[in-house]
């Protein structure tokens, strides 16, 4: 395990200097929407905000790699160093996190996105995306302690968005969901209507049923317990004839995958994970998920598995 | 031997934390929690309740293997809010390792 002091102080160091955990420049991380085109404001539209957790897993795949070779390791001390990262002018950690970063990752993890955006468009939900208006939530800092760290941030974000005028937002994982729906109003007072994607999507009833395989369902913890929204992704699989298998521990008694352990000790996290993947390989279907991190963490282990959007947005073209 | 202080709980308000005193110990937590091999968070808690301030700062550490998947918290039958408690551990912690 590495000491949390020096994790937390490398993080808000970063966030600090990029608005992001990684220390890179959000130029350079959040690239999804390029390809996608310009998006048009009308009055009253939510914004589409992403948080930048889907594009930043190609990063902290990065990270966790070597992360978990240091952990025990006499290296792991210098780890103290890391908010000396400051000093480091952004483009060069850029430089660096791109010659690690696949492209065919960050493009896996862009094309959820674009998922997100196709689903939206065809249940002719009106909505909006700019990217200076999408911005890292601060979740990590609120989760490792960070409280003064988190605020800080979470009101530069908040500044952000009010000075644009934006009222009603859509998000795409469930971190920067409870985030933006009870951390903000709760430790800085800035309310906004938040809502996950999959709550706005209207779908065809297809005739007969899909014919396609059933589903195993992760739900992740901040879904299925502190959001209570775990029957949500259900009743948009059902709406496109998608069928699904529970788990023994699912929904709001769902088993947490590890992720969020990845950052201060790799080897707990693939404790953690071994005991949710056995749970979820026996019902013998692919899983789906629909958070970033659970994701990334349950193909560590080459489980089949797939985000929700990618398998909503497939099913719904065939 | 610890030094145990009875105005912890108090203090701990202020890093957002009310129901330290709420807790009866009957295990629930340490029983759902992942970290199951380990007495969390029961053992945490037991230091809050009692204001083992050197014990916490001493084994510190070992508030950040919590997940902070809220499976005490759901399953608590006395609404101590033990991932939230041991949350607002961590702020005590951090706010104490920025002081010294």
């Known amino acids: 395990m590495f000491n949390p002091r020096d994790i937390i102080g490398l993080l808000a160091t970063n966030i600090r200097k990029t608005r992001n955990p990684f220390g890179v420049p959000g130029s350079q991380l959040n690239t999804w929407w390029r390809p996608a085109g310009g998006f048009t404001r009308r009055p009253g539209a939510p914004l589409l905000f992403t948080g930048l957790m889907y594009q930043a897993i190609p990063y902290l795949e990065a990270t966790t790699r070597y992360l978990e070779r240091l952990e025990g390791s006499p290296w792991a001390e210098y780890l103290r160093f890391g908010r000396f990262?400051?000093?480091l002018p952004n483009f060069l950690l850029g430089r660096c996190f791109s010659l690690l970063t696949a492209r065919t990752g960050k493009e896996k993890f862009n094309g959820i996105l674009r998922s997100i955006c196709s689903l939206l468009t065809k249940s002719g939900v009106d909505f909006f995306y700019h990217p200076e208006m999408d911005f890292y939530s601060g979740i990590l800092l609120y989760d490792l302690g960070d409280q003064e760290g988190f605020e800080e941030h979470a009101r530069f974000v908040a500044k952000a968005l009010k000075l644009h005028d934006v009222k009603k937002i859509i998000t795409v994982d469930p971190h920067t969901t409870y985030a933006l729906k009870e951390l903000y109003p709760k430790y800085i007072g800035a309310s906004f209507e938040v809502e996950p994607y999959f709550t706005r999507l209207r779908l065809p009833v297809p005739e007969g049923?899909?014919?396609?395989?059933?589903?195993?369902?992760h739900d992740p913890c901040f879904y299925g317990r502190y959001l209570n929204l775990a029957d949500a992704p259900r009743q948009v699989l059902r709406s496109l004839g998608l069928d699904y298998v529970e788990v023994r521990n699912c929904g709001e008694f769902t088993s947490c995958c590890g992720g969020p352990a990845e950052s201060v000790s790799p080897?707990?996290?693939?404790?953690?994970?071994g005991?949710?993947?056995?749970?979820?390989?026996?019902?013998?279907?692919?899983?789906v998920t629909?958070?970033?991190?659970c994701l990334a963490n349950l193909l560590k282990t080459g489980l089949p598995v797939e985000d929700l959007a990618s398998l909503l947005d497939r099913s719904w073209e065939t | 031997m610890a030094l145990v202080n009875p105005d912890f709980a108090e203090e701990l308000k202020l890093y957002g934390v009310d129901t330290a005193l709420e807790c009866f110990n009957c295990g629930a937590c340490a029983a759902v929690c992942p970290l199951i091999h380990r007495q969390f968070p029961r053992k945490m808690i037991r230091y809050a309740q009692i204001g083992a301030k050197e014990e916490i700062m001493q084994q510190a550490q070992e508030l950040w293997r919590c997940?902070?998947?809220?499976?005490?918290?759901?399953?608590?039958?006395?609404?101590?809010?033990?991932?939230?408690l041991i949350l607002g551990l961590r702020r005590y912690v951090v706010a104490a390792w920025r002081k010294g």
């Open chain 1, 209 to 217: 049923g899909s014919g396609s395989r059933p589903v195993t369902i």
């Open chain 1, 85 to 87: 990262s400051r000093y």
């Open chain 2, 67 to 84: 997940l902070h998947c809220g499976l005490c918290t759901r399953t608590c039958p006395r609404q101590a809010n033990p991932g939230e």
């Open chain 1, 290 to 293: 629909m958070c970033p991190i």
């Open chain 1, 275 to 287: 005991r949710r993947v056995a749970e979820l390989k026996a019902s013998g279907a692919p899983v």
């Open chain 1, 267 to 273: 080897a707990l996290n693939r404790e953690i994970l």
